[in-house]
Nanobody, 114 residues
Framework: QVKLVESGGGLVEAGGSLRLSCAAS????????MSWFRQAPGKEREFVAR???????YYADSVKGRFTISTDNAKNTGYLQMDSLKPEDTGVYYC????????WGQGTQVTVSS
């Protein structure tokens, strides 16, 4: 059974940092693209970042230069380092493994106060 568990969310002041983790079980992490999405209250879920098995990375324009996605295949874990956080980064952050029919985690809340 595939399971993705996010952690690391919380409340932080604007300008602060958080590091989200996505621990995967039941799949070989290294062969999947791993992505982060977020959903703000009243808004649709939006793409944040993706890292492919070859190491190539992609970011939404809104987070480029502030967020860094990475994986540790030995630990079957993905990360999202978030720096220079802004109030508009507030939302529930979800990790996903795969692209066409991704596996999803349950999400972790990130709240950035102004």
């Amino acid at each position: 059974q595939v399971k993705l568990v996010e952690s690391g969310g919380g409340l932080v002041e604007a300008g602060g940092s958080l590091r989200l983790s996505c621990a995967a079980s039941g799949l070989t992490f290294s062969i999947y693209a791993m992505s982060w999405f977020r959903q703000a209250p009243g808004k649709e879920r939006e793409f944040v970042a993706r890292i492919r098995p070859d190491g190539s990375t992609y970011y939404a324009d809104s987070v480029k230069g502030r967020f860094t996605i990475s994986t540790d295949n030995a630990k079957n874990t993905g990360y999202l380092q978030m720096d220079s956080l802004k109030p508009e980064d507030t939302g529930v952050y979800y990790c996903a493994a795969g692209v066409t029919k991704p596996y999803w985690g349950q999400g972790t809340q990130v709240t950035v106060s102004s």
